[in-house]
Structures are given as structure tokens and as C-alpha cells.
């Protein structure tokens, strides 16, 4: 107690470096890359300044200068020229994800590459795997998305992806995952599930981003109530028992106290800062209501403070450089 215990001795100017205890690092980034088959130069995207779809060709070149700012792992999300129901143009051996990845892993060894593992790109119907008929209308099928899941999983793989991350959300992906990759011999690929992910409202400029926007219906059938924190949990215990690498919640910054109970589950976690997150600061900073720089840092350090390992984040490459400058 005070006289004797003074809180603000620890917090001088001399003192404060020392005594930090959560550091942001490089290597907690993870940069999207979205990249589209049928463009030819990098195009912008218009609710996430500072964004762009790649051309197939131009990917290797953006991770690159990614890598050059220090930027050590990327996920992919691919946009293919055509769409179908049954998404068969996810797991095509020339698809857009499936080229960009060699293009990388040839190129640049030194780059981990993730892959985002979904249908909604590739649907016409936009939702995230197979649909039908259900008692209450037609919605996304569990168990027949699971072998299109899998078969995307090992075409990934054999293209050269690292880690494979499913953000499906259907019941039972991470095992029909574990199960493909392992009989095609890819028992090293690492499975990243996005254990945890919510029915957000702050996917939006992502949907326009990717073009993954669904027809009918929402996805409030198979991703989590914003609500409902003991479900969320569970859904990350789940996949660590069906054999997942690394956990995820998404969306990051609004949900720390998820990301806190899901890192007591003991595998690494990673958090997701989503589209809308990034696009209010930046609207925000565009209006010169907030300090942009200083917003970002400190929404990656809550993220980082929470428990997260990693952090996917579109603001990857702009704080690599301003890490750098702090030194
Ligand atoms: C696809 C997917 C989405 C995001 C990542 N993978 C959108 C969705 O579930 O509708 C959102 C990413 C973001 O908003 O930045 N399943
Ligand atoms: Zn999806």
C-alpha cells in the first residue's frame, strides 16, 4: 500500500521498456493475400483502402515485398473465374489458390503459406460448401460439404500449402481433414481451424473483397451467435480433439474474452482482425477522427495481450514497417 508501494515509480520514462509485458513481433503477422484469376493487375479494394486483388501472376511479387517488411506468413484466398454449385473449382489441381501457391512456394521458400479452406468463393449459391434441403428450408449440408472439405484440403497440399485452414464451420471438418491429408501421405501439413468464428456483421467488406457473399439465407446456421461464449469455447475444444494444430477466433478485437478462454485450451491460437475492423480505423483515420498508426498498434497489442500467437491482419505489412521504426 501506498506510501510504500508507488505503481508510477514502475512507470517512468527510464523504467517503461523494461517493464512491457506483451511485445508485438514480426512473426505474429499473418498478411491476406486475395488473389483472382480473371485480372491482369492488382485491382482496389474499395471498402478496404490499402487492399488489392492480386492477378495470379502478381502474387509472388506482393509476398516478396511482404517478406522484404519482414512479413513471414501469408493466407491465400482465392476469387476463380467461375463458380458452380458443387465448387468444383476449389480443388481443381490448376485453380486459382491451387497456382498461386506453387507460383509462392517455388519463388520464395522462405514464406509460409497458408490457405483459407472454403467454398463460398466457389458456389454460385455463395454458401460455404454443399446445399439442400433441410426441415427448415435449404441450407448448408453438413455431412456431404465434408468430403468436398477434404478434397480441397489434399489439392491444397499437394500444391504446397503449409498449413490448410478450414473456416467452414461445419461439424466434424478438422477430422475429415486430418483424415484425407494423412491417407495422401500429407501428414506434415498443419490444419488451422477457424474454431471459433462468429456470425459477424464485420465480414462485410471482406464478402466484397472475395466476392463470397451468399444468395439466400445468412450463415447464422452453422457460424456462432455473437452471444454465446460457452458454445464458442466448445467449438475450440472440438476441433483440438479432432486433431487441429492451431486454434482461431474471429473476429479478433471485439471478442478478447473468448480469445483469453480458448488460449487455456493449451494449442496455439490465432485471432482474426476482419475486414470490418480494419475498414473502421481506416474510415475513421480518412476522416482524420482517429491516429491511424497509434489505433492499429494498439488493437494488434489488445489482440496480442488476449492470448493470441498469431494475428491475421490487414494492417500486416504497414506494421512490420512501423515496428521497425520504433527500434
Ligand atoms: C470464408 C471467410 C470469411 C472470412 C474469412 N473466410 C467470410 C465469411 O465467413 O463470410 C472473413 C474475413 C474478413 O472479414 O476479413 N468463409
Ligand atoms: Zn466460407
Redesign the pocket.
Known sequence: MFPEQRMRRRRRRIIQPLLRETELRKTDLIA?VFVDESIDVPIPIASMPGQFRHPVDGVLDHCRRLMDSGIRAVIL?GIPAEKDSGATAAYASDGVVQRAVRGIKRGLGGMAVIT?L?A??YTDHGH?GIVGETADGPDLLNDPSLDLMARIAVSHAESGADIVAP???LDGMVRAIRQALDSAGHTDTLIMS?SS?FA?A??????D??D???TFGD?TTY?IYPGNAREAVMESELDSAEGADILMV??AGIYLDILASVKRIGLPVAA???????AMIKAAAERGWLDERAVAIESLIAIKRAGADLI?T?YAEDAARWLDEEQ
Do not use: H, N, T, W
Request: aromatic share 22%; proline share 8%; glycine share 8%.
Open positions: 491476406p484466398f483459407d472454403c463460398c468463393e460455404c473456416s467452414c464451420m477457424y468464428k459477424s464485420l465480414y462485410g467488406p471482406f464478402r473483397a472475395a463470397s457473399g451468399f450463415r457460424q474471429k473476429p482474426y482482425q476482419v475486414s470490418g475492423e480494419y491475421i490487414y
